[in-house]
C-alpha cells in the first residue's frame, strides 16, 4: 500500500515515467536483497508505469549555440562547450575536479559518469581544449572544483545561455555527429552509450517519419 501511494504521488508530482520506473526498480530491489538475507518473507509487486512519448529534447543547432557563447563568461562557455562538443552529461561536469583535467588539457578523467563505477578518459578537441585553458586561466590552479557549480546551478546557465536544458546540448552534440556523416555506432560511442537503441532515441521521431512517407506516398 505505501509503495502505490509513493508510486501514485510522484505521478501527481508530474515526474517521468523513467525516474518513476527507476526509483520503482531500486525499492524492489532493496527488498529482494532484504528477502534474500532473510529479513522479510514477501516480494514487492508493484508495476511499473507505462513510459509516456518521448519528449522532444533535441535542444539548439550547433550555430546556435556558438552564436549564444559569444556573449557569455569564461566559465559559462567552458561548461556549455564540454556538453555540446563532448556530449558530456550535467552530473559529470558539475562532478569535474581540476585534478581531473590531464597536464596537458586534452583529456578528462569523468568520475560522476552515469552507470560507471570506474573513472573514464575522454579525449577532448583542440576547440574545446582551448575554452577550457581559458577558465584554468581565470579560474587558477588551486585544488577543488573546476567549475564549482550544482546540478541546479549549471541548469539554470543552459536556460539563460542557450535557452535550453543542459540534455538538449549533449542532444545537439549527436545531432551534429550523426549530421557531419557518424554512423549510429560512432555516435554511441561518442556518447558512451552501453546500448543501440539509446542512441536512436536522440534521432528517432515517429512524426518525422511519417510525414517523410507521407510526402513520398503522396507522390503522382
Given at each position: ?51 509516456e ?53 586534452r ?22 581544449t ?91
Amino acid at each position: 500500500m505505501l509503495a502505490l501511494r509513493w508510486r501514485t504521488a510522484m505521478l501527481e508530482a508530474g515526474l517521468s515515467a523513467a525516474t518513476i520506473n527507476r526509483r520503482l526498480c531500486a525499492l524492489r530491489s532493496l527488498v529482494k536483497l532484504a528477502r534474500r538475507l532473510g529479513r522479510v518473507t514477501w516480494t514487492l509487486d508493484v508495476e511499473a508505469v507505462k513510459a509516456e512519448r518521448r519528449r522532444d529534447m533535441s535542444g539548439p543547432t550547433r550555430g546556435e549555440v556558438l552564436v549564444a557563447l559569444e556573449s557569455a563568461s569564461v566559465r559559462d562557455v567552458a561548461m556549455i562547450r564540454l556538453m555540446a562538443d563532448r556530449g558530456l552529461r550535467r552530473g559529470e561536469v558539475c562532478g569535474l575536479d581540476v585534478s581531473d583535467v590531464s597536464e596537458d588539457r586534452r583529456t578528462l578523467s569523468l568520475r560522476e559518469t552515469k552507470g560507471k563505477r570506474e573513472p573514464v578518459s575522454v579525449e577532448l578537441a583542440p576547440e574545446t581544449t582551448a575554452v577550457l585553458v581559458a577558465w584554468l586561466t581565470v579560474r587558477g590552479e588551486e585544488p577543488g572544483s573546476l567549475f564549482g557549480v550544482t546540478a541546479d546551478t549549471l541548469w539554470r546557465v543552459c536556460g539563460r545561455v542557450v535557452g535550453c536544458r543542459p540534455h538538449g546540448l549533449r542532444h545537439c552534440a549527436a545531432t551534429t555527429a550523426r549530421d557531419r556523416g557518424a554512423t549510429l555506432e560512432e555516435v554511441a560511442t561518442f556518447l558512451r552509450h552501453v546500448k543501440l537503441e539509446t542512441t536512436r532515441g536522440y534521432f528517432d521521431r515517429s512524426d518525422e517519419v511519417a510525414a517523410r512517407v507521407a510526402a513520398v506516398v503522396a507522390r503522382p
